[in-house]
């Protein structure tokens, strides 16, 4: 079974830093691309970051130069450095994968969620 998990949430004052962290586990035999999103209460869904397996990212352009995506393929994480956080960084913060991995010894491929971690950017 597959599964992403993230940590490293929590509250932090304005211009402060946090990491998250992704960590995928179960049985799987390639991760093509990652990325991190994010729900403000009352908003859509949206794409903080992405990074691909051969290592070319992007971000939005609301934290582009604040924060930093970054993969360890070798640990099946991913990482988030969140610095200079500003109130409207407060959201829940998930996790997605695309990736290939064994179900019932058939190799398969899927889109994957984590649970989200709540970042609060707060004085």
């Known amino acids: 079974q597959v599964q992403l998990v993230e940590s490293g949430g929590g509250l932090v004052q304005p211009g402060g830093s946090l990491r998250l962290s992704c960590a995928a586990s179960g049985s799987i035999f390639s991760i093509k691309a990652m990325g991190w999103y994010r729900q403000a209460p009352g908003k859509q869904r949206e794409l903080v970051a992405g990074i691909m397996d051969g290592g070319s990212v992007n971000y939005a352009d609301s934290v582009k130069d604040r924060f930093t995506i970054s993969r360890d393929n070798a640990k099946k994480t991913m990482y988030l450095q969140m610095n200079s956080l500003k109130t409207e960084d407060t959201a829940v913060y998930y996790c997605?994968?695309?990736?290939?991995?064994?179900?019932?010894?058939?190799?398969?491929?899927?889109?994957?969620w984590g649970q989200g971690t709540q970042v609060t950017v707060s004085s």
């Open positions: 997605n994968a695309d990736l290939g991995y064994f179900n019932n010894s058939r190799a398969r491929r899927g889109n994957f």
